[in-house]
Nanobody, 125 residues
Framework: VQLQASGGGLVQAGGSLRLSCAAS????????MGWFRQAPGKEREFVAA???????TLYADSVKGRFTISRNDENTVDLQMKSLKPEDTAVYYC????????????????????WGQGTLVTVSS
């Protein structure tokens, strides 16, 4: 499966961005999806995840209430980011996993088999 992330850019603190991850190659509805991010000099960290059914979501504490993950029929998973902070600056990666129950959300990078190329989000203060 191929994942293509897009939507990154430069935004002022307090602003919003919407990231999208387009999936191709296999039946999108089978995939549990997630977003991770990696800031300069830091390890990759979990941001948000959604089950293959779309009914269950999970968020990192640092983004809860500000970010929303969703999936749609066009084989994409979106990450709506609001009230952005400078500490949200990072390269954001989408990831996909197969073979998990439709209700399961995954929050560790080792659980995902497929990764997109990343999109840079820069939040200025």
């Amino acid at each position: 499966v191929q994942l293509q992330a897009s939507g990154g850019g430069l935004v002022q603190a307090g602003g919003s961005l919407r990231l999208s991850c387009a999936a191709s190659g296999r039946a999108f509805s089978w995939f549990s999806m997630g977003w991770f991010r990696q800031a300069p000099g830091k390890e990759r960290e979990f941001v948000a995840a959604i089950s293959s059914s779309g009914l269950n979501t999970l968020y990192a504490d640092s983004v809860k209430g500000r970010f929303t993950i969703s999936r749609n029929d066009e084989n994409t998973v979106d990450l709506q980011m609001k009230s952005l902070k400078p500490e949200d600056t990072a390269v954001y990666y989408c990831a996909a996993a197969l073979g998990v129950h439709q209700s399961v959300v995954l929050h560790t990078s080792a659980q995902y088999s497929y990764w997109g190329q990343g999109t840079l989000v820069t939040v200025s203060s």
